[in-house]
């Protein structure tokens, strides 16, 4: 009769061996815990942020200004050399004039009494509207590189161009990407050592006993499969203490972001698909790393 | 029921433990197997065991080539095979109960069966008072009962015991063997490891006497039985497996189910 341990037994046997060293125990669900919220964080912070880029880019746009000395001829060949690149949406010339007014409403009324009309600046310029979706940094970079092709135009005085604070954040993101990458798998590492230390502890406190069970016929699967179980169990608490903390960061990070930043972004810390992968990733983590320590220290 | 031709066991230190041992135990008989320390008592039990295997020739065990059988199918093989230790290798964190369970447990029983069979030989064995003690709580021979109620719960076809009473006062030393012919009359084959001459003496059965490794002698029973008495201090009951569901149900005919033998 060939049939496994159990599923009552496991669990008593299990639970007895979580009771044995209940703080080992909790430090390892902690050090999960911690793993997967830092790595759960990592993950939603840089999803978060390349859906505000991609958001960016569907709103960009670009002020050429002309010089003074630009004649009409002058602005037209601009225009046209502007719309022959890909992707621009619409153009929309002001002159010096609508320039101003426009500055003028952008200032606060008090600092415009008594100032002279030609103290507010005012300029020739071409407002330029980019149907880019912008979902990579390549993007960027080309329209960069167009835009600076643009400065060289004589006639053109300056080009400001919105999506340079883009390359920034872009640059922010990479960086963050690399850090959070590998700072996760050093905190899951650390995560899967001190687990594969429990069980590792586990398994000598009971050597005896593997002992016994081994000689009274248990299979090495038997034998085995508590400490597994254990190991999982430890990933499943961490992920639980996870969610709970992404849950309080996410409420604490969405008052920060709206009060503060006045951005009202719809964005979550713990999206349906975090709280799979946490419930996936947390108990797979400890059973790997219990797994390596059963079949490095567990010989049945 | 178990067959070794001319065994040889030799450690890596190259120490030969056994050489060229060839003995029979036929099913149903009680032997003792004898020797001075460092004889090699505890090598061959340990060999019959799987805990190690022979460098040279074969063991049978209820027909079965032992030499042959993969590791993965040894389990199987010891389910078969009760075993009884002198310092008798208890848990110590599980109860009485849960200690002679292990040997139902890793069957796949449930636990409603497991309680059955387990409630039914410590009633047997007059142990259901101390169920729910620890092995640390027990007399040396209350903590030897549960042993042998552990190597006996799933009714093996062979009951191997090294020294059961090496570690008892007389009067429960014969106690336990009293229980251990109880075992033997009910159809199991049973092998004690003893070097105690005056117990070999007093029952008079069939004696291998091992010497530095080799057996030299093979003293049949004497026919003079002594009478299994009831010692003032016999913890055991009149018949202690009374209860318990079938005697050895299987025989040599246990072993048959052990497959997977490696080519």
Redesign the interface.
Known sequence: ??????I??VLRQSA?LVR?SPWLTAVSAVTIALALTLVGLFAMVLFNANHVLHDLGQSLSLSVYVKDTATQQDIATIETRLKQRHGVKALKTLTREQDRERNRKLLDKDLLEGLDESAIPGQPVIEVEIDADLASRGDVEELVTWTRAIQGVTSVEDVEFGAEKLRLLFAIVEIARTIGFVLSVVLLASAMFFVFSTIRLGVFSRR??I??????????G?VRVPFLVEGALQGLAGALVAMVLLGLLHLELRSLVRDVYMLNATWSLLPPSMVLWLLIGGPAVGLAASAMSVGRYLKV | MIQLYHVHKRYPNGCDALSDVTMRVREGEFVFLTGPSGAGKSTLLHLLLVMERVTDGQILIGGRNIHVLRDASVPYLRRNIGVVFQDFRLIGRRTVFDNVAIALEIMGLTRKEVERRVGQLLDGLRLTHRAGAYPGDLSGGEQQRVAIARALVNEPAILLCDEPTGNLDPDLGHDIMNLLLDVNRRGTTVVVATHDAGLIERYGLRTLVLARGTLVEDRPRSGRLAPIERGPAAAVGPDPLATSTAATSAGAAAFADIAEEAP
Do not use: N
């Open positions: 009769m060939k049939r496994g341990p159990r009552g037994y007895q044995g005896d006993e002992e016994i069970l081994s000689l009274v016929g248990a299979t090495p038997f």
